[in-house]
């Protein structure tokens, strides 16, 4: 019988697919396509259409997507409501859906902030544990998935993440110990953990070493295409375990996919769909 915690279902996704690829979800009403905007009365019809179209265009290509939860926050309630039809949809095409809320709290907190992402169909979450492991824990216990932010990838990240303890370790080194801790009450028949890491690929410099402080972390890895992140900077935070597929990571993109330039006589979504389909090779490359 197919396993039902998250981790194994992700990775079952990304061994089916061929390749981890994550597709970001990040509806901005003014970059949708001028077709899309001048058909509809209002904003969130336009974002929960374009978002049903990325994910039509681009499921086979896809080991999961990932909704900016600010994009649909923004709209308001009819927003919120969008994003979880959209959630449905992905779903409904096979494919994990890790929301991308960036969740802080602690205790009773933390533990209603994981039932509302149950009840809105995400799989996974991502989670700042700047408060700790029990910022973590509800999610976890909960049955999500999760990855916790470690090594981010925008530039100010470093005053922060790079920061030396007193201990000789940076601050990202030092999350990532307690990442692996947390995790290790949740690892699954597939030797990787439900609670995952976002290590961005902008990063990847410190790659290795946090690879070797979480060998059994999924990482979520933020920075490929319009940040300036390749396949080839991939290499460091691969796991050493062949076996595992996509060697243990899932690789995001948004806007070099789901605002991929039309070229002749193609449609919105066609490009979306050659978009993913290029991404899905490079990315298989390495692995």
Same mark, same amino acid.
């Given at each position: ?151 981010? *990838? ?38 990787? *953990? ?94």
């Amino acid at each position: 019988m197919p396993s039902t915690r998250f981790v194994d279902r992700l990775l079952d996704r990304v061994a089916s697919v061929g390749s981890p690829v994550c597709i970001g979800l990040d509806p901005v009403a003014a970059k949708l396509p001028e077709a899309l905007r001048s058909r509809f009365g209002t904003d969130v019809e336009a974002v929960e259409t374009f978002c049903t179209g990325v994910i039509e265009a681009s499921a086979e290509f896809a080991a999961s997507f990932k909704p900016q939860s600010a994009c649909f926050e923004r709209l308001g309630a009819p927003g919120i409501a969008a994003m979880e039809r959209v959630i449905a949809r992905a779903r409904q095409a096979g494919v994990p859906v890790v929301l991308d809320a960036k969740r802080g709290d602690i205790g009773i907190s933390a533990t209603h902030y994981a039932e509302a992402v149950r009840a809105i169909g995400a799989d996974a979450v991502t989670v700042n544990a700047y408060l700790g492991p029990s910022t973590v824990l509800p999610y976890l216990e909960a049955g999500l998935g999760v990855f916790v932010l470690v090594r981010t *990838s925008n530039p100010d990240s470093d005053e922060l993440q790079s920061a030396k303890l007193a201990s000789g370790e940076t601050v990202a080194e030092r999350m990532a110990g307690i990442v692996r801790t947390i995790g290790s009450g949740f690892v699954s028949q597939s030797g990787m *953990s439900a609670a995952g890491a976002v290590v961005g690929l902008t990063k990847s410099a410190d790659g290795a070493r946090l690879r070797e402080l979480m060998p059994e972390q999924i990482f979520l890895v933020p920075g490929y295409g319009a940040q300036g992140g390749g396949a080839a900077d991939l290499k460091p935070l691969l796991t050493g375990d062949t076996k595992v597929p996509g060697r243990g990571v899932f690789v995001n993109a948004s806007r070099s996919v789901i605002y991929a330039e039309p070229s002749a006589n193609e449609s919105w979504q066609d490009a979306v769909a050659r978009a993913a389909k290029a991404m899905h090779a490079d990315l298989a490359s390495v692995m």
